[in-house]
């Protein structure tokens, strides 16, 4: 099953004891995701309406940014991963460099690839 299209919106909800955000999206109608509450300090696993806030703002934001990848948490891990090898490249001497900045791209190709669900066009060397 596919969940909801982004993008997905955040909504405060007022009018109750408590402060609630609502979470919606869809691109043909907006359709009820979640909810984020914040509850009182007296009670077991309290949330300030500070947190809710938040919470509900990184919720949206992580979906948002993720829109087309569809495996983000594994596709984000092995593209964070080639950047840091990019970047051990390019402190490498110009001798080695050439070679392994081709291999490099290879594999960043590769994965961006991956994270577009195999749907982006290779680039030529």
Known sequence: MKHTPEPWVPQPLDGCTKF???IGGGTDNWKFIASVQAW???TLGATTQEEADANAERIVRCVNACAGIP???????ELVHLVRELLICCELSLDNMEQETRWLKRDIEKALRKMAGGMEEPTHE
Do not use: Q
């Open 20 to 22: 609630d955000w609502r």
């Open 40 to 42: 009182p300090s007296n």
């Open 71 to 77: 495996e983000p948490d594994r596709a984000i891990p």
